[in-house]
Structures are given as C-alpha cells and as structure tokens.
T-cell receptor, first 113, second 111 residues
C-alpha cells in the first residue's frame, strides 16, 4: 500500500513553461486535493475533487488547472509558470463521507526561474 | 471555518512532556479538532483528532475542555525525532473536505 504518491519530487521550470504535477493514490479515496506551501507558511488549498469528473476551486486556484478522470489520479497543471508559483506542492486524499484524516504525499518542490 | 491560534515556536528538552495549546474561539457545534505533524521535506501527518474531553492514542493525547474553545496537544516524553511543526486545525464533521492550515507551532527538542 503506497498511499499518496507524487511525482516528480523536484522540478525547475522557466517562466512561461507548462508542467503537470502528478498525484496518485491507491486507497480508493473519493476526495483528493492539492495544496501549496510557501516558506514559513501553512498549506493553502488550490483545487479539490470529490470524485471522478468533479473538481472545484480552493483558496488559491489562479494559474492552476485540474481534472479527475479516474479515482486514483489527480494531476495539477501549470499552463504558463510564473515565479510566484515557486512553492512546495502537496497532494492529499481521504475518504469523503467520514471524518477520517487526510493522507498527504511527500510533496513536489517546484522552482520557477 | 473557525480560526485557530497557537504559539509560533516552543523548545523542550528530551524526555519532557510537551503541551501545545490551540485557541479556537469560534468553533461550531459540528467541528472537530485535528492535529497534524510535519517534518521538513515531508507532507503533514495526522496525529490525533477529537470532539470533546480527552482522546489518547499511541502518539499523543488531546485535551478539550467543555466549552471547546481551546485544545491542548500533549506529547509524552519527547525525543529529538519529535522536532517538527505541529498544526492545529478545526474541521467540519462527516463529509467535510477543506483543511485550513495556520502557521503551526515549531517544536524544537533539545538534547
């Protein structure tokens, strides 16, 4: 049981480039989400999904797109990277219809030059 | 979602009990109190969750007074490996999805 797997672990982009951060979970969790964490700050919600085909915006959605075609995968896309998107990105998943905790991946550290 | 307030940092010696208090004055009836732990270069990890009174697991205890406006995470006999950032969150009950993280409490355990 791998839990939540994020790839890549590190990435450097140039301004204007596009990229997809991958997130996969093998726990059959309905709910998945993406957060970003800036230095010295807590995590902020970018987008979330309550099931395949259903996504919604979180606190800081601008500049990011998501889709959910399967229960297992929830990729995060940066269409035109900007230096302000330099951050550590965390994916999380949980069972939707309970108060069970969220399970987080170990993050993708993204630097945009 | 109720706002939480917790100390920015705490220091403790190895072997001591550490208590981190979190204030959540605007907690609603259906809200739970949840604590996460985060090590450098890792994602947050669930520690404990409670609604009222006391909850204990193999890692920590959580004390919640009757008015539920605060909570205290208790870590018994900390070791160097407990050095981490601890986040107190107030989350809605069943069916909730959004977690609101503050800056957390950076606990430094000193040998």
């Amino acid at each position: 049981n791998a839990g939540v797997t994020q790839t890549p672990k590190f990435q450097v982009l140039k301004t204007g480039q596009s990229m997809t951060l991958q997130c996969a979970q093998d726990m059959n969790h309905e709910y998945m989400s993406w957060y970003r964490q800036d230095p010295g700050m807590g995590l902020r919600l970018i987008h979330y999904s309550v099931g395949a085909g259903i996504t919604d915006q979180g606190e800081v959605p601008n500049g990011y797109n998501v889709s959910r075609s399967t229960t297992e995968d929830f990729p995060l896309r940066l269409l035109s990277a900007a230096p302000s998107q330099t951050s550590v990105y965390f994916c999380a998943s949980r069972i939707f219809s309970s108060n069970q905790p969220q399970h987080f991946g170990d993050g993708t550290r993204l630097s945009i030059l | 979602l109720a706002k939480t307030t917790q100390p920015i940092s705490m220091d403790s010696y190895e072997g001591q009990e550490v208590n981190i208090t979190c204030s959540h004055n605007n907690i609603a009836t259906n809200d739970y109190i949840t604590w996460y732990q985060q090590f450098p270069s890792q994602g947050p990890r669930f520690i404990i969750q409670g609604y009222k009174t006391k909850v204990t697991n193999e890692v920590a205890s959580l004390f919640i007074p009757a008015d539920r406006k605060s909570s205290t995470l208790s870590l018994p006999r900390v070791s160097l490996s407990d050095t981490a950032v601890y986040y107190c969150l107030v989350v809605l009950g069943a069916g909730s999805y959004q977690l609101t993280f503050g800056k957390g409490t950076k606990l430094s355990v000193i040998p």
